[in-house]
């Protein structure tokens, strides 16, 4: 059965980091459908190679010179091509690629050819076939994926295919223009074609050795998780635990293909492996901690509405009207507090409080903005008493303010609600009592 291995921008930076991803790959004979994402970072201050196409574009766009911004695309193919010794040439692609951009293709467009190009490269150096992304995974004309014809497609494809490499991040809509996934979206085509080839394994290749119990810009050397479930990692990733793409997850976990997150620079580490269901103990109570900022919340008060009936139908449906989406909402007796994406309600919010005091007249309404939300989440918790009385207790240690908690019925995870300028601290204090008090 064979492999599907996804290299990240980081793993496929420079042609030494391309010789340890060829390494890899020649190690298994079972490693037979490669996705390569674009070059990213060679070090914390380089720029991603995505980020530089859209850049350039931009500036096109406007008519602006882009030559410089240009040339740092180009040469930073070229030395790749240099450094692994290959004679292939991309002169004509980069033409092409210009070509376009004069002709208004569009940012998508633009931003795709940096896994393009990079999947000519690493055919090239592979000499594995090429197959490109635009002719096996599909969008609609609004930008969704149509599941059914990439399945397909990737499946009539790649039938009689021996070895392939596809590039991430793209493909095309109706119309035959190329569209892409969101950011991060090559663990998506990776997942895509995992699914249509039944792998019996989908690797997933990065620049850490596995999914961490925590983000590790934020907690120093972080554990790694050795198991993990989807629908842990569903929480964690949604809640910004960016090693993989949130949407990577249902292709594979439909079909019971595990994904195993491995680390490019260490393949000795057994990595992250991430399962539908598993009897594995987790290390830990919790399996990990992930969070995001940038949240608002809108606290409307009112003596007895937990009497009125509708209460809070009415006060979601202002939301709902205004096109606001709703992170949550926990709720008292005399209060309930609707979480939201602080830059999307901003330009909202006089218009949603009109509507909340037309539709309940509450007594009053409280705004609270720079919030951010932190997801404990773990399948050992259920069996633990006293989980949220240790995050209590450590937040409470580490000077921090609990503005929100809210558990899920699941019990797989609690959101904590806190300050902005909090956020890290309470991360480091989580982690401290769950990971360092118990190693
Ligand atoms: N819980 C976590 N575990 C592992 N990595 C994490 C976590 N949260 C955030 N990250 C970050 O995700 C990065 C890997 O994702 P990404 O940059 O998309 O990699 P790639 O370029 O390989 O696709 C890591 O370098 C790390 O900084
Ligand atoms: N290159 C794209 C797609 C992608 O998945 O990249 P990476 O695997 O480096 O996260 C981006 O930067 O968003």
């Known amino acids: 059965m064979p492999k599907v291995v996804k290299f990240g921008g ?17 190690s298994e004979k079972s490693r037979k459908y490669v996705i390569p994402s674009a070059p990213g970072k060679r070090n914390s201050r380089d720029t991603k190679i995505t980020d530089m196409l859209y850049l350039c ?24 091509i240099d450094g692994l010794s290959l004679t292939l040439s991309l002169e004509k692609e980069f033409e092409q ?31 594995f076939e090429f197959v490109d992304a635009a002719d096996v995974i599909f969008f609609d004309k609004d930008g969704r994926l149509n599941t059914e014809k990439t399945n397909s497609m990737l499946q009539q494809r790649l039938e009689n295919t021996g070895c392939a490499v596809i590039p991430g991040f ?53 554990a790694v998780i050795e198991t993990i479930t989807y629908r ?39 990595g992250t492996l991430i399962v539908e269901d598993t009897c594995r103990h987790p290390r830990f109570t919790i399996t990990g901690i992930a969070g995001k900022k940038g949240f608002a919340s809108v606290t409307i008060d009112k003596a007895m509405m937990n009497t009125e ?8 449906q202002v939301f709902e009207e205004n ?37 309940v007249s509450p007594d009053f309404i409280e705004l ?34 609990v503005k929100m908690i809210d558990q899920g019925s699941s019990e797989l995870n609690i959101i904590i609600g806190v300050r902005c300028h909090d956020f890290e601290q309470a991360i480091t204090a989580i982690y401290d009592i769950f990971v360092n008090t118990q190693l």
């Open 97 to 127: 690629i210009r070509e376009q951009f004069e002709q208004k293709a569009g940012r998508q467009y633009a931003a795709s050819r940096g896994e393009y190009l990079n999947g000519l490269i690493m055919a090239a150096y592979l000499e």
């Open 10 to 26: 980081s793993s496929l930076a420079s042609a030494a980091q391309f010789q340890k991803a060829g390494e890899i790959i020649r």
């Open 170 to 222: 793209y493909g095309s809509d109706p119309d035959g223009n190329v569209t892409t996934f969101s950011r991060g979206g090559s663990d998506i085509t990776g997942s895509l074609v995992a699914k249509a080839v039944h792998a019996d394994l989908y690797e997933n290749w990065t620049d850490v050795s596995g999914f961490l119990v925590a983000d590790p810009r934020i907690v120093k050397d972080p």
């Open 232 to 270: 842990e990692l569903r929480e964690l990733s949604y809640m910004g635990a960016t090693v993989l793409h949130e949407d990577a997850i249902f292709p594979v976990r439909k079909e019971g293909i595990p994904i195993n997150i491995r680390n490019t620079n260490r393949p000795e580490d057994p």
């Open 368 to 401: 609270e903005s720079d919030l951010a939300l932190i997801a404990v989440v773990g399948r050992g918790m259920r069996q633990t008493r006293g989980t949220s009385g240790r995050i209590f207790a450590a937040l409470s240690h580490a000077n921090v303010n």
């Open 309 to 316: 009936v509708g209460f809070c139908r009415k006060v979601l």
């Open 57 to 80: 574009y931009d500036k096109a766009e406007k008519g602006l010179d882009y030559s410089e911004e240009w040339k740092f695309i180009t040469s930073r193919y070229q030395e790749i």
């Open 323 to 359: 096109n606001v989406c709703i992170e949550h909402m926990p709720s008292g007796i005399d209060t309930m507090t609707v979480f939201v994406h602080q830059d999307e309600f901003e330009s909202k919010e006089q218009k949603v409080l009109a509507g909340i005091h037309r539709a």
